[in-house]
């Protein structure tokens, strides 16, 4: 019972972390039409792919134990 909690856990950091990294990539867009052009956007690209990999993180072996 407690592997499921930690299972909870660990899943809802790696989304909240992916959603920071959401936010960071929107803001990071729109300074890039104003502030950096060619870095703004390719930072917020970076940050598009991380947070991806954050959403879609794989769960530990424990998770999958019955």
């Given at each position: 019972?407690?592997?499921?909690?930690?299972c909870?856990?660990?899943?809802?950091?790696?989304?909240?972390?992916?959603?920071f990294?959401?936010?960071m990539?929107i803001?990071?867009?729109?300074?890039?039409f104003s502030f950096?052009?060619?870095i703004?956007?390719?930072?917020?690209f970076?940050?598009?792919?991380?947070?991806?990999?954050?959403?879609?993180a794989?769960?530990?072996r424990?998770c999958?134990?019955?």
């Amino acid at each position: 019972m407690m592997a499921n909690l930690n299972c909870y856990a660990a899943r809802g950091i790696n989304i909240i972390i992916g959603l920071f990294f959401v936010f960071m990539a929107i803001l990071l867009f729109f300074t890039g039409f104003s502030f950096l052009p060619i870095i703004g956007f390719f930072l917020a690209f970076a940050a598009v792919y991380i947070s991806y990999l954050f959403m879609v993180a794989p769960r530990d072996r424990i998770c999958f134990l019955p």
